[in-house]
């Protein structure tokens, strides 16, 4: 089956076509990975046309014929990122969507702060909300609804679960059967499918450190510690000790080898990120 | 998403010059072939963003492709082979093709890692049907000269073609 000669017929074939400016395949690459970052824009434009003619002609009072149009638009924007990279996103209302890696956000641009503020969301995103009476903002995941009027949280929408996490400001955190909750700064809730939604009581205090690039670790276990590390920032540690340790310490947006460096120092251990 | 996008740009790597490789023998046209493998490539990775689960990548992959590239012949004034018709027959892609394909991917990155001048002297001849003569002419150099770069080419590419290791093109 395999023929382990070449003849001249197979090169003659691949010299045919053979251009040094084309198959490069890191180019295409980079072209395909560019096209999954994109705000992709759904036009639909509906027209009505209704149009009367009239077939008797009334002496008093003639009906006319008329077309008019009804425009209803809809103007669909979905915002996502790949999985490597959170997102900025600005809202026409200027308040802010932190996107984090693979999540999508979805609103209709045409209705957008008409008399509410709507957006849709899957995975996990911060939003810093601006205060605005007259129009709610709303966030609808597939389980649960945020509803709000301006403050900072942050909504992570799993496939069966929404969690949300207040960080200024108040929210009302609802679900279709059950009883709504509001929440207030420093409080986080979940709602899983047609389930209650609970209060959540041991609030993770670095739940918002992948935008934040804040860590407060207080008398933490080491392996909790590096799980969040790898969490956030998308790396394998490994040489991690059998003994129990803890670690009380706080860090302020520095990079994940230099965090790594302190704790080795603190600890005297020999983690290392592995390549 | 069960396919990272780390694996998936590893698979990407693997697969799009055979890909190509593949589609160019029904397309005969390098631009067109590119564009259906990465539109194809495209449309398996909104696929897999959405959730499904592909198992044998490669496998799916060369299928899609031919199918792209069938209904990509039938919608254009280009002439089906008796052949190719024959092959669509079946659901999978032939081992016997997918290798000829790999091998000539590889054949194409072994053209483009030959310097310069060999590489210019090998297309002349084999690309623009050149004789030895005539190309010894044109470049000014001797016949023995076109030989010799043309015997180092050959040797030089069918080491590499058919070498059976994987490695990232291009």
């Known amino acids: ?212 690039n804040i860590f407060c670790f207080r008398d933490t276990p080491l392996p909790i510690v590096i799980k969040k590390l790898e969490e956030v920032y998308g790396v394998h540690i490994i040489n991690i000790p059998q003994k129990d340790y803890h670690l009380t310490s706080s860090f302020h947006d520095i990079s994940v080898s230099e965090i790594i460096n302190l704790i080795n120092e603190a600890l005297d251990i020999h983690l290392k990120i592995e390549l | 998403m069960e396919l990272t996008v780390k694996e998936f740009e590893h698979f990407y790597r693997c697969l799009y010059r055979p890909l190509g490789m593949y589609v160019l023998r029904y397309t005969e046209n390098i631009d067109d072939a590119e564009d259906i493998v990465q539109e194809a490539f495209a449309n398996v990775w909104d696929k897999v963003s959405s959730g499904e689960v592909i198992s044998d990548f490669k496998s799916y992959m060369y299928r899609v492709v031919r199918n792209r590239a069938l209904s990509f012949l039938q919608s254009s004034p280009y002439e089906l082979s008796e052949e190719m018709i024959q092959n669509d027959n079946s659901d999978e892609v032939e081992e016997e093709q997918i290798y000829i394909a790999e091998r000539d991917a590889r054949l194409w990155t072994a053209i483009d890692k030959l310097p310069a001048q060999r590489r210019k002297i090998f297309l002349l001849a084999k690309r623009d049907g050149l004789t030895y003569a005539e190309i010894a002419e044109e470049l000014n150099l001797s016949v023995k000269t076109i030989e010799h770069q043309i015997s180092k080419a050959l040797k030089c590419l069918r080491d590499k073609a058919v070498k059976i290791y994987t490695f990232f093109f291009g």
């Open chain 1, 1 to 212: 089956m395999e023929n382990s000669k070449l003849n001249e017929e197979d090169i003659r074939f691949v010299a045919r076509f053979y251009d040094p400016l084309k198959m490069d395949t890191s180019e295409a690459w980079k072209k395909l990975k560019l096209a999954s970052v994109t705000e992709i824009k759904y036009h639909s434009v509906l027209y009505r046309i209704a149009s009367v003619v009239a077939v008797l002609i009334i002496v008093i009072g003639c009906i006319s014929v008329y077309l008019y149009t009804n425009h209803d638009k809809q103007d669909w924007i979905i915002v996502t990122t790949d999985g490597e990279h959170s997102l900025v996103y600005v809202l026409p209302d200027s308040s802010t969507v932190y996107l984090a890696k693979e999540a999508i956000l979805k609103y209709n641009k045409g209705d957008y702060d008409v008399r509410s503020r709507n957006v849709e969301l899957s995975g996990k995103a911060f939003f810093e909300v601006c205060h605005k009476e007259e129009s709610p903002f709303i966030v609808k995941t597939s389980i649960a609804g945020v509803q709000v009027l301006g403050t900072c949280f942050q909504v992570r929408a799993d496939l069966d679960t929404t969690s949300i996490f207040v960080d200024s400001g108040k929210v009302r955190f609802y679900n279709k059967k059950y009883p709504d909750v509001i929440l207030e700064a420093g409080e986080g809730a979940y709602a899983v499918k047609d389930g209650n939604i609970k209060k959540d009581t041991n609030v993770d205090v670095n739940i918002l450190s992948w935008k934040t």
